[in-house]
């Protein structure tokens, strides 16, 4: 049992050794790089991003546009409601249906489509009155958007 002891002691003094110089070598690391190192990379975008997030998470208000990526920050919406195209138009064009006089014609949809005009994209409204015949649109203007070679639904 005395060898035993014997033996623990010279293994505490050599571990107290290592261990003296361990902290000796760290006190020399710590001198060279002096500057706290971060768990997180640092960049100002990204602390701009984190405390964005932080104070969305305290407040407890939604993501702006309901999506997952905080790229879009602006506040501008991708898609523009149809009453702001109507109010910002350049130019409105009166459109009745075919063989019909305008006491003939109900009021029937406005349609913002984008025409170009003296070499400049200009938003035109059509303001389509209908008589007999719904289904007519102005002339190489599809029933749903975009361009048609027929002018209508067919």
Request: with cysteine.
């Amino acid at each position: 049992m005395a060898s035993l002891v014997v033996q623990w002691r010279g293994d505490i003094a050599s571990l107290a050794k290592r261990f003296e110089e361990l902290e000796k070598e760290n006190q020399k690391l710590r001198k060279k790089n002096s500057t706290q190192r971060l768990d997180k990379p640092y960049s100002r975008t990204a602390e701009e991003m984190r405390r964005r997030k932080d104070e969305e998470k305290k407040s407890g208000t939604p993501k702006k546009h309901g999506s997952s990526s905080d790229r879009q920050t602006s506040d501008r919406r991708w898609r523009m409601p149809k009453q702001d195209k109507i109010d910002r138009a350049d130019h409105h064009e009166f459109v009745l249906s075919e063989g019909f006089a305008v006491t003939q014609c109900e009021p029937g949809i406005d349609r913002p489509v984008w025409r170009i005009r003296n070499g400049k994209a200009t938003l035109v409204i059509y303001e389509i009155w209908r008589g007999h015949n719904f289904r007519d649109t102005p002339g190489g203007l599809s029933w749903r958007g975009g361009l048609s070679g027929s002018g209508d639904r067919g």
